[in-house]
C-alpha cells in the first residue's frame, strides 16, 4: 500500500498504525521513498533485514499530519547551526524544523553491542557556544528557533570544556540555554565547587548518561553556578547557634553483595534559599539568611 503525505509518497507500506481521529501515525516503507522535509531530501529506512536495524517505522507523524520522525535508510549529511551533523534517525517540531539529530540508531543487544555502536560513529567537529568541539557525538537536541539545546557523546567520550570553573573534563554531555549561555556539564571526575554550604565535591557517581540534556552541574542563566550533585557529608551551622549534619543515603554496590556506596544527592541554591533533594521523601528548603 502507497501513502501519499504532503511530504511525499511512502511506498509499499506495512504495519501502518493512525491517531484516535484516523489521521496517520507511522508506518513501515518497504520500498525506496523519499519525503522532502525542512532539512532536504531523505530516504526512508525500508530494508530491515540488518541485525543491528531497528524494526521501528520509516516515519512518523502528528495527528495534524506534521512529521515527528524520520528513520532514514543510511546515514544522511544534515546542515544545522553548529555544523554538518550524519544521522541515522531525527525528530521534527510540528513547525517542521529538527529537534533531536541521532547519529546512529543501532539495535543493542545479543546480535549488536554498544562497543560496536560504538566503534561505528565518527568524530564530528561542531561549531558549539563553549567552542569548537570535535568527538563522537550521539545526539543533537535543537529549541525549534534552532539554537543548540544540549549534545550527547558517545559513551567513554572525555572533552574539556570551559567553565566559570576553568576547563572542567566533561563526560555524557553538554547542555545551553537558548542565549547559548552554558546550562549545565556531567563532570568526569570529582570537581571542588564553592556553594552556600561551604566547599562540596560535585560529582555524579551514578549518572543516567541518556542525554546531555540536563547534568549534574548547572549554571543559571547569568553564568551563575546554582546546582550541583555530591555524595558528601556536610556539616550545617544556623545564626541561632544549632548545628545539622546532612549524610547521604547509602545502598548496596552493584559491584559487591557486601560493601555500602553513598548515594548522590543534589544541592541547588538561589539567591534566598538552598534546596537539598535525594536524602529526604521531601525537598528539605533552608534560608540563606539563617545559614552561617
Known amino acids: ?147 543548540i539545546a544540549s549534545v550527547t557523546f558517545f559513551p567513554g567520550t572525555l572533552l574539556p570544556v570551559k567553565t566559570s570553573y576553568g576547563l572542567i573534563k566533561t563526560r555524557i554531555g553538554i547542555s545551553f540555554y537558548q542565549s547559548g549561555s552554558l546550562k549545565s556539564i556531567e563532570p568526569a571526575a570529582p570537581v571542588r565547587i564553592k556553594t552556600p554550604l561551604g566547599s562540596i565535591s560535585a560529582f555524579d557517581t551514578e549518572p543516567l548518561g541518556v542525554t546531555g540534556d ?16 555530591t555524595t558528601d557529608a556536610l556539616s550545617l551551622s544556623f545564626t541561632n547557634g544549632n548545628s545539622e549534619k546532612i549524610n547521604p543515603l547509602h545502598k548496596l554496590s552493584l559491584c559487591s553483595d557486601d560493601t555500602m556506596v553513598n548515594i548522590p544527592y543534589t544541592i541547588s541554591w538561589n539567591n534566598d534559599n538552598v534546596y537539598i533533594e535525594g536524602i529526604d521523601s521531601e525537598r528539605v528548603v533552608y534560608d540563606r539568611m539563617e545559614l552561617t
Open 1 to 147: 500500500m502507497d501513502i501519499t503525505t504532503k511530504y511525499g509518497i511512502l511506498t509499499d507500506c506495512k504495519e501502518i498504525t493512525y491517531h484516535k481521529d484516523g489521521s496517520l501515525a507511522s508506518a513501515f516503507a518497504h520500498k525506496p521513498s523519499v519525503i522532502s522535509t525542512s532539512v532536504g531530501n531523505l530516504s526512508l529506512a525500508h530494508d530491515f533485514s540488518s541485525p543491528r536495524r531497528k524494526y521501528i517505522p520509516s516515519a512518523k507523524f502528528n495527528p495534524d499530519g506534521s512529521l515527528l520522525a524520520a528513520n532514514l535508510a543510511q546515514q544522511t549529511k544534515i546542515k544545522t547551526t553548529v555544523g554538518d551533523f550524519y544521522c541515522e534517525y531525527l525528530t521534527f517540531y510540528p513547525s517542521g524544523t529538527p529537534c533531536r539529530l541521532f547519529h546512529l540508531n543501532g539495535k543493542l543487544g545479543g546480535y549488536w553491542s554498544e562497543q560496536q555502536e560504538t566503534a561505528l560513529a565518527k568524530i564530528t567537529e561542531s561549531n558549539l557556544p563553549c567552542g569548537i568541539i570535535k568527538a563522537k557525538i550521539m545526539t543533537l537536541h535543537f529549541y525549534e528557533t534552532g539554537e
Open 214 to 229: 540536563l547534568n549534574s552541574l548547572v549554571w543559571n542563566q547569568t553564568g551563575q553556578l546554582c546546582s550541583c550533585k
